[in-house]
């Protein structure tokens, strides 16, 4: 008759399951992210990879305290990938030789029209904003902000305010060619454009960028459908801007295969890819993601990026300042 197992092996092998509990989902999370395979319900959670990035290490140094050698292995190699995705969105990068003007844009989501007009304009007159993209914009919020002073500010625009979410603005203190807006499918979301005219540069086209949110599982389609309908970059030809709202984080292979067509994050760029710009701000408890964006032409350079709070709204606007290449 075989002898029961020992107290001390018994131990040893809960010890090894937990170990591998935790290493799993951690290990899981980074094959799907260096992958790109979010799909249905993990389009959502991929916006929370740097927050697993962050418990990886303490899931590898439990595996390594408990001497479970193939467990430490698995979440070892998994928190090289996670913090190699994530880390370098805190440190700057180099910037192309741009001997331009300066631009500053400032992008906010309105939140269905319900976003302070006053804090937004002080936010363009405190930092002298050139341009400035806006999502949501309703046509009341459209009438308070020119009421409170943005109509001088910024008086070139092109608008599509809208009731509800669909609506969308581009304002600016330089000249606009070309105003128009596109809709998406589904959800009928407007995203402004034209190009501008900045003294010094060359033309710069402009677009305010609202694709659809995967907020239930039956939207995760159309979300794909409006990523891939987001411009690309003209690295050959003419410079773009893309600045809005676009409901996924660096995370995401739609952002990031955008991205590779020419396009920088500005946040990234100057390491402040990490601040949250949606979340908990209207008391949903949410951790912050980082769903709003600045994406400029690989030839200008970004100098600075920081997020601003706007009452009414559960977005944070993002402010970056660019400088152009000169004409």
Excluded at 31 to 45: I, S
Excluded at 80 to 107: E, I, K, N, S
Excluded at 145 to 155: C, E, I, K, M, S
């Amino acid at each position: 008759m075989d002898a029961p197992p020992r107290d001390g092996t018994r131990r040893s092998r809960w010890a090894t399951v937990a170990c591998w509990l935790a290493v799993a989902p951690v290990a899981a999370w980074a094959v799907l992210r260096l992958a790109g395979l979010e799909r249905g319900p993990l389009v959502l959670t991929t916006a929370f990879t740097p927050y697993v990035a962050a418990v990886a290490p303490v899931v590898a140094g439990l595996a390594l305290a408990l001497r479970r050698r193939a467990p430490a292995v698995v979440a070892a190699l998994a928190t090289l990938a996670l913090v190699g995705a994530v880390a370098p969105r805190a440190v700057a990068d180099d910037q192309p030789p741009a001997d331009g003007p300066t631009l500053r844009l400032l992008t906010a989501n309105l939140r269905l029209g319900s976003a302070d007009p006053a804090r937004l304009v002080a936010l363009v007159r405190a930092h002298r904003v050139d341009v400035l993209t806006v999502q949501e914009l309703s046509p009341q919020l459209a009438a308070d902000l020119d009421r409170l002073g943005l109509a001088t500010l910024l008086p070139y625009r092109s608008l599509s305010p809208e009731v509800g979410s669909t609506g969308s603005g581009l304002y600016a203190r330089h000249p606009l060619h070309d105003p128009g807006y596109r809709r998406h499918r589904r959800y009928f979301l407007t995203q402004a454009y034209a190009t501008l005219t900045v003294p010094g540069a060359p033309p710069l086209r402009v677009e305010s960028a609202h694709p659809g949110a995967p907020y239930i599982l039956d939207a995760v389609p159309q979300w794909w459908t409006d990523q891939r309908a987001l411009p690309p970059a003209t690295p050959t030809a003419g410079l773009s801007v893309l600045a809005g709202d676009f409901n996924a984080t660096l995370d995401h292979a739609t952002v990031r295969r955008l991205i590779a067509t020419g396009y920088t994050d500005a946040a990234d760029a100057v390491g402040a890819g990490l601040a949250g710009t949606w979340g908990p701000y209207d008391g949903d408890p949410i951790p912050p993601v980082t769903i709003d964006h600045v994406l400029v032409d690989r030839r200008i350079a970004v100098r600075s990026v920081d997020v601003w709070p706007v009452p009414g709204s559960d977005h944070r606007a993002v402010l970056a300042e660019l400088r152009l290449p000169a004409a």
